[in-house]
């Protein structure tokens, strides 16, 4: 199927992807592609999840096949579906089954949103049948070696009617992720946004306060991906204070007493 | 009122001996010309101060009057309490210099319409502290700017500058300078006694005793004049936290040049000085607005010499302390004596006792913590558990071939255990050993342990070994609780329910240990639940239209058989699936569907005594709240409570069953709620995970709000408390129910985590959020 070659030559990630590793997670993860486990990824939102799969792929010259899950995605999403071209049915694989077939990476990223209905396709695939039933071809595809699959979540949301069954959770090998410690985060900041080492320490000072809120009402602090996007923002000339409310206060809160404190935080740090 | 009046008001407060009339006189004329109600006020603290000390209580007559015009008159009571407890710390000088100071330790110079209150800026200031340091301090109101390091006393309002901004910003001042002396470590403070610096201070200055370690306060009292050292080296750390704050706030250090001027130029005119004051002064003056060209008195070389010796980098508090030293040794020849001038306005004098003492405190916490952990892991070893059954096991004798001495040497990695070891040297002994040997096999120390063996380690410099043989001692006592087992009265209660209990050392219940009684609360009528309603209007405004965006979580299905339009996507699919031969999908339509919540709550709430207080309003006022947007919402709820005594008097009280309605009667019982004795938490959690059971709902939460202390009259406390609450809400877990605690409390207690699970409950330091947290908890814990 040239289609699907050409349309996976555009998830082959030719030039390395930035990442500073926070500690042994490459080493876990190549180990688990070796012995064909599947990962789970968790950590709070922005701390390189999405970079670091990357970086993976990158590593493994495997296409990297991202899908982000909402509570919409159905199993024909992920697998697959009949289209008409030119008054000819026409079977589409899904990237899913589309990483399958190639040996691809497939991320599922946030699949907590997903429906538990869609969220059991995988089940077969992430145990040692590495299988993918497509009901509508009457195939079975199973995965060869290089296929792996990928999952992630964010364990800090606190409600009840989102996570993982254990019956999923415990088909992967786990990584978690957590903001990098404050010299790394720096280094990280400075990169990505072209600030020099004191603003983005500066930066990550300030994140780091408000990670301190958890009891304050404000469960996750400023991320990484924040701390970037102010950044660029002080790159492109704009006052730092207002720099920060925009890319950081604001966007971590609307409670007027929260966001008074955060808005002090930037004051004394900008 | 005229003097004769007052004299008879005064001598009648008073016990005998009574003074002499002249004597009450000489001292009641000040007082003379106030008005009648601060007469009063003065006078009714003096049965307080008097029986202390007869000469605190005339100069307490002295300045009373100042000190109600600065701190207003609800904070004299306060002031009072503070002055009493320094006389009996540092005796009758201090508490009149205390006294004296009024003005500068309450900068009340300036009274006027631009001042701003402390607890009108508590909300933002206390979650700006939180972020900057680790450790939990809490802000309060207090008699002068100090921090213990577990709690930051702040002036009760600020009218020194002339904007509201100003005085807000010298707020946030004055807290972020506390908070970076807190990460400062000034406090911690220690000069070996043999370092060459402590003995050169000896003989040059030496007053006598020579401690081995010093600490701030031993250092200031190595010098004849200890205040003039402590001021010095006050000013050296103000120095020394003054770049640190320059660096890491930058932005704050800005805003806040004009603000140090000017609070500079409120103080007393440096030609009011003489001598060493006026130096001292001088350079406090250079500190706020880096003026080197200061009146010193001095030459202009000397006092650039002393600015430039203040301004050498330091990185410690002990760099702090040489460069005092080094400022005391050029004042020494000035032959006046030294007499204290103002602290710098947002430092203030530094208070290294009242730290010692919450330092003290957190050693005998870690000490405690220490030793139940480390008995939990030898009581553990024991080759068998076979002993745990019987009661009448041989207590505290250490398990055969271990005595303490051993477990230390496996604690610490091998290295010199001698006492007075500075923690300098200890370094090397601070990466603590992973293992712990008993008996043959090695037990992996946890984790937690571990970090109570380093933070042990890093205080005294070695685990003393009456913390391992007090955790043997622990470790040997493995029996249950003797009071439960003798308190059989009250079982042959009708319509009683028992409960097993878990007891954490056999690992296995106690069968049928608890028993429960279920009873209604009688309803009580009043205006508080109208009082609720009118003081949280708006927010129910709020709060009614969130929760109604809950409930109409509208959205298409796809794929239905039937339905308000046609699926396209599926209709497409199916012709194809057609065109490929296959048999075409008959779901073709979407529907729009108002999402069935299908959840179903209980809110089970601690009654217990210790929760006096704050039961009282705020939880009753978010219980009230919580009604009337569940109402809107259409979630089944029930509310109920627990309280109780010993296991055999469990009591449940129904206050909303699922299927009651929300309704006058309901309203009245939560504003019957009040509190009754004990917490056991195990047979209310078991009790409501039995009624949750049986409803049927897709999502079943049990919401508890305690102050996360389970705790009975019996031995149901400490950890086995805590774990068989932990059990209990294991098997509402199991049994597919999601407990979820709200711990209300002033500090959150470590144990919380293990208790309740990591992401099962959340912490809430302060009742008054509750009203407004809890709504938003629920719509977090449901969407
Ligand atoms: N270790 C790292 N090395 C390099 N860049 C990083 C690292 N961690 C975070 N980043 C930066 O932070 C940004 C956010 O990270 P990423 O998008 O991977 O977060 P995520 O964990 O996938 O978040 P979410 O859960 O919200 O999807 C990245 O774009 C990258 O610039
Ligand atoms: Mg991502």
Same mark, same amino acid.
């Given at each position: 199927?040239p289609?699907?070659?050409?349309?996976?030559?555009?998830?082959?990630?030719?030039?390395?992807?930035?990442?500073?590793?926070?500690g042994?997670?490459?080493?876990?993860?190549?180990?688990?592609?070796?012995h064909?486990?599947?990962?789970?990824?968790?950590?709070?939102?922005?701390c390189?999840?999405?970079r670091?799969?990357?970086?993976?792929?990158w590593?493994?010259?495997?296409?990297?096949i991202?899908?982000?899950?909402?509570d919409?995605?159905?199993?024909?999403d992920?697998v697959?579906?009949?289209?008409?071209?030119g008054?000819?049915?026409v079977?589409?694989?899904?990237?899913?089954?589309?990483?399958?077939?190639r040996g691809?990476?497939?991320?599922?990223d946030?699949v907590?949103?997903?429906?538990?209905?869609t969220?059991?396709?995988?089940?077969?695939?992430?145990?040692?049948?590495?299988?993918?039933?497509?009901e509508?071809?009457?195939?079975?595809?199973?995965?060869?070696?290089?296929?792996?699959?990928?999952?992630?979540?964010?364990?800090?949301?606190?409600?009840?009617l989102?996570d993982?069954?254990?019956s999923?959770? !415990?088909?992967?090998?786990?990584?978690?992720?957590?903001?990098?410690?404050?010299?790394?985060?720096?280094?990280i900041?400075?990169?990505?946004?072209g600030?020099?080492?004191e603003?983005?320490?500066?930066?990550?000072?300030?994140?780091?306060?408000?990670?301190h809120?958890?009891?304050?009402?404000?469960?996750?602090?400023?991320?990484?991906?924040?701390?970037?996007?102010?950044g660029?923002?002080?790159?492109?000339?704009?006052d730092?204070?207002?720099?920060?409310?925009?890319?950081?206060?604001?966007?971590?809160?609307?409670?007027?007493?929260?966001?008074a404190?955060?808005?002090?935080?930037?004051n004394?740090?900008? | 009122?005229?003097?004769a009046?007052?004299?008879?008001?005064?001598?009648?407060?008073?016990?005998p001996?009574?003074?002499?009339?002249?004597?009450?006189?000489?001292?009641?004329?000040?007082l003379t010309e106030?008005?009648?109600?601060?007469q009063?006020?003065?006078?009714?603290?003096?049965?307080?101060?008097?029986?202390v000390s007869?000469?605190?209580c005339?100069s307490?007559?002295?300045c009373?009057?100042?000190?109600?015009?600065?701190?207003?008159?609800?904070?004299?009571?306060?002031?009072?309490?503070?002055?009493?407890?320094?006389?009996?710390?540092?005796?009758?000088k201090a508490?009149?210099?205390f006294?004296?100071?009024?003005?500068n330790?309450?900068?009340?110079?300036?009274?006027?319409?631009?001042?701003i209150?402390?607890?009108e800026?508590i909300?933002?200031l206390?979650?700006?502290?939180?972020?900057?340091v680790?450790?939990?301090?809490t802000?309060?109101?207090?008699?002068?700017?100090?921090?213990?390091?577990?709690r930051?006393?702040?002036?009760?309002?600020l009218t020194?500058?002339?904007?509201?901004?100003?005085n807000?910003?010298?707020y946030?001042?004055?807290?972020?300078? !506390?908070?970076?002396?807190?990460n400062?470590?000034?406090?911690?403070m220690?000069?070996?006694?043999d370092?060459?610096?402590?003995?050169?201070?000896?003989e040059?200055?030496?007053?006598?005793?020579?401690?081995?370690q010093?600490?701030i306060?031993d250092?200031?009292?190595?010098f004849?004049?200890?205040?003039?050292?402590?001021?010095?080296?006050?000013?050296?750390?103000?120095?020394?936290i003054g770049e640190q704050?320059?660096?890491?706030?930058?932005?704050?250090?800005?805003?806040?040049?004009?603000?140090?001027?000017?609070?500079?130029?409120?103080?007393?005119?440096?030609s009011s000085?003489?001598?060493?004051?006026?130096?001292?002064?001088a350079?406090?003056?250079?500190l706020?607005?880096?003026?080197?060209?200061?009146?010193?008195?001095?030459?202009?070389?000397h006092?650039?010499?002393?600015?430039?010796?203040?301004s050498?980098p330091?990185?410690?508090?002990?760099?702090s302390?040489?460069?005092a030293?080094?400022?005391?040794?050029?004042?020494?020849?000035i032959?006046?004596p030294?007499?204290?001038?103002e602290p710098?306005?947002?430092?203030?004098r530094?208070?290294?006792?009242?730290?010692?003492?919450?330092?003290?405190?957190?050693?005998a916490?870690?000490?405690?913590k220490?030793?139940?952990?480390?008995?939990?892991i030898?009581?553990?070893?024991?080759p068998s558990t076979?002993?745990?059954?019987?009661?009448?096991?041989e207590?505290?004798?250490?398990?055969?071939?271990?005595?303490?001495?051993?477990?230390?040497?496996l604690?610490?990695?091998?290295?010199?255990?001698?006492?007075?070891?500075?923690?300098?040297?200890?370094?090397?002994?601070?990466?603590?050993?992973?293992?712990?040997?008993i008996d043959?096999?090695?037990?992996?120390?946890?984790?937690?342990l571990?970090?109570?063996?380093?933070?042990?380690?890093?205080?005294?410099?070695?685990?003393?070994n009456?913390?391992?043989?007090?955790?043997?001692?622990?470790?040997?006592?493995?029996?249950?609780?003797e009071?439960?087992?003798?308190?059989?009265?009250g079982k042959?209660?009708?319509?009683?329910?028992?409960?097993?209990?878990?007891?954490?050392r056999?690992?296995g219940f106690?069968?049928?240990?608890?028993?429960?009684?279920?009873k209604?609360?009688?309803?009580?009528?009043?205006?508080?639940?109208?009082?609720?309603?009118?003081?949280?209007r708006?927010?129910?405004?709020?709060?009614?239209? !969130?929760?109604?965006?809950?409930r109409?979580?509208?959205?298409l299905?796809k794929?239905?058989?039937d339905?308000?339009?046609?699926?396209?996507?599926?209709?497409?699919?199916?012709?194809?699936?057609?065109r490929?031969g296959?048999?075409?999908?008959?779901?073709?339509?979407?529907?729009?569907?108002r999402?069935?919540?299908d959840?179903?709550?209980?809110?089970?709430i601690d009654?217990s005594?210790?929760?006096e207080?704050?039961?009282?309003e705020?939880?009753?006022?978010?219980?009230?709240?919580?009604?009337?947007?569940?109402?809107?919402?259409?979630?089944?709820?029930?509310?109920?409570?627990?309280s109780?005594?010993?296991?055999?008097?469990?009591?449940f009280?129904?206050?909303?069953?699922?299927?009651?309605?929300?309704?006058?009667?309901?309203?009245?019982?939560?504003?019957a709620i009040?509190? !009754?004795?004990?917490?056991?938490?195990?047979p209310?959690v078991?009790?409501?995970?039995?009624?949750?059971?049986?409803?049927?709902?897709?999502v079943?939460?049990l919401?508890?709000?305690?102050?996360?202390?389970p705790?009975d009259y019996?031995?149901?406390?400490g950890?086995?408390?805590?774990?068989?609450?932990?059990?209990?809400l294991?098997?509402?877990?199991t049994v597919?129910?999601?407990?979820?605690?709200?711990t209300?409390d002033q500090?959150?207690?470590?144990?919380?985590a293990?208790?309740?699970?990591?992401v099962?409950?959340?912490?809430?330091d302060?009742?008054?959020?509750?009203?407004?947290?809890?709504?938003?908890?629920?719509?977090?814990?449901?969407?």
């Open positions: 199927m289609n699907t070659e050409q349309r996976l030559e555009e998830h082959l990630i030719t030039d390395e992807p930035f990442y500073l590793p926070q042994d997670e490459m080493g876990i993860a190549k180990a688990a592609y070796q064909t486990i599947p990962l789970l990824l968790k950590g709070p939102t922005g390189g999840k999405t670091f799969i990357q970086h993976l792929a590593h493994l010259k495997r296409p990297l991202t899908v982000s899950c909402h919409d995605l159905s199993t024909g992920l697959g579906r009949f289209l008409i071209k008054g000819e049915a079977w589409v694989d899904g990237p899913l089954t589309m990483a399958v077939r691809a990476i497939c991320y599922l946030e907590v949103e997903a429906r538990k209905d969220t059991v396709v995988i089940h077969p695939l992430a145990d040692d049948r590495r299988e993918l039933p497509i509508k071809l009457g195939e079975l595809l199973t995965a060869p070696p290089e296929f792996m699959l990928v999952i992630s979540y964010n364990p800090g949301y606190q409600s009840v989102k993982l069954k254990p999923t959770r !415990q088909r992967f090998v786990s990584i978690e992720l957590n903001y990098p410690n404050a010299a790394l985060e720096t280094d900041v400075c990169h990505e946004s600030l020099d080492q603003t983005g320490a500066a930066l990550v000072r300030l994140a780091t306060m408000t990670r809120l958890k009891n304050e009402g404000l469960p996750e602090g400023a991320s990484t991906r924040l701390l970037i996007h102010a660029k923002l002080f790159g492109s000339g704009m730092r204070r207002r720099a920060c409310r925009a890319a950081i206060s604001e966007t971590l809160t609307d409670e007027p007493e929260l966001l404190a955060i808005t002090e935080m930037v004394s740090i900008f | 009122m005229i003097l009046i007052l004299k008879k008001r005064f001598l009648d407060l008073l016990p001996p009574l003074p002499s009339d002249w004597e009450a006189e000489e001292n009641l004329e000040q106030l008005p009648v109600r601060l009063d006020l003065i006078l009714q603290q003096v049965p307080a101060i008097w029986p007869n000469s605190l005339y307490y007559l002295a009373a009057d100042t000190a109600i015009s600065c701190l207003g008159e609800e904070q004299i009571v306060n002031w009072v309490a503070a002055l009493l407890d320094l006389y009996e710390k540092e005796g009758l508490a009149q210099a006294m004296a100071d009024i003005e330790n309450y900068l009340c110079q300036l009274q006027g319409e631009t001042g209150r402390l607890d800026v909300t933002r206390r979650p700006y502290a939180e972020g900057i680790r450790r939990s301090v802000l309060e109101e207090g008699t002068r700017l100090y921090t213990d390091t577990a930051i006393f702040l002036p009760g309002k020194v500058l002339p904007s509201t901004t100003e807000f910003l010298l946030k001042l004055m807290l972020t300078t !506390q908070l970076a002396l807190i400062s470590c000034t406090y911690e220690v000069i070996g006694g370092s060459s610096f402590a003995q050169v201070l000896q040059k200055h030496g007053s006598g005793h020579s401690p081995e010093i600490k306060e250092f200031w009292n190595i004849p004049e200890p205040r003039l050292a402590e001021d010095l080296f006050t000013l050296a750390e103000g120095w020394r704050m320059a660096a890491d706030f930058p932005g704050l250090w800005r805003d806040t040049v004009g603000l140090r001027r000017q609070l500079a130029e409120q103080r007393r005119p440096l000085l003489k001598g060493k004051s006026r130096v001292v002064e350079l406090s003056l250079y706020m607005n880096g003026r080197t060209d200061q009146a010193s008195g001095l030459s202009n070389q006092f650039s010499w002393l600015t430039n010796q203040l050498e330091a990185r410690t508090a002990k760099d302390a040489l460069k030293a080094a400022i005391y040794a050029l004042l020494n020849n032959q006046q030294y007499e204290p001038v710098l306005p947002y430092l203030g530094l208070q290294p006792a009242a730290a010692h003492q919450v330092h003290l405190q957190e050693r916490e870690t000490k405690e220490f030793i139940k952990a480390l008995a939990a030898l009581a553990d070893s024991k076979a002993d745990m059954q019987s009661k009448d096991n207590f505290g004798e250490p398990p055969a071939r271990l005595n303490s001495d051993d477990a230390t040497a604690l610490i990695a091998p290295g010199p255990k001698d006492q007075s070891e500075p923690p300098e040297t200890a370094n090397n002994l601070s990466e603590p050993s992973q293992l712990l040997i043959g096999p090695a037990i992996e120390i946890p984790e937690a571990k970090e109570l063996a380093a933070e042990i380690k890093a205080d005294l410099g070695l685990i003393p009456e913390y391992i043989s007090a955790a043997h001692g622990l470790a040997g006592k493995g029996e249950p609780p009071n439960i087992g003798s308190d059989r009265e042959s209660l009708q319509g009683v329910i028992t409960y097993d209990e878990w007891d954490y056999r690992a106690r069968k049928d240990w608890c028993l429960l009684n279920e209604m609360v009688r309803p009580v009528k009043g205006t508080f639940v109208q009082n609720t309603m009118d003081k949280y708006g927010l129910l405004i709020k709060l009614k239209k !969130q929760f109604e965006m809950l109409c979580t509208e959205r299905v794929r239905q058989r339905g308000d339009d046609i699926d396209l996507d599926a209709v497409i699919e199916s012709i194809s699936d057609i490929a296959r048999s075409g999908s008959e779901q073709l339509f979407v529907r729009l569907k999402d069935d919540r959840i179903a709550v209980m809110f089970l009654m005594s210790s929760t207080g704050w039961v009282g705020a939880l009753k006022e978010a219980l009230i709240l919580m009604g009337e947007a569940l109402e809107v919402l259409g979630d089944r709820y029930a509310i109920s409570g627990f109780g005594m010993r296991r055999s008097r469990s009591d009280y129904h206050i909303k069953d699922f299927a009651e309605n929300y309704n006058k009667e309901i309203k009245g019982r939560i504003a009040t509190p !009754q004795e004990y917490t056991r938490m195990g209310p078991r009790h409501a995970t039995k009624i949750l059971q049986e409803v049927d709902a897709k079943r939460l919401i508890i709000l305690s102050d996360g202390k705790e019996d031995d149901y406390k950890e086995y408390a805590i774990e068989d609450t932990r059990h209990a294991i098997e509402a877990k597919g129910i999601h407990p979820f605690c709200i209300i500090q959150a207690h470590d144990y919380n293990h208790m309740y699970g990591e099962n409950y959340i912490f809430l302060k009742v008054s959020d509750l009203p407004l947290r809890m709504p938003a908890i629920y719509r977090n814990l449901t969407t």
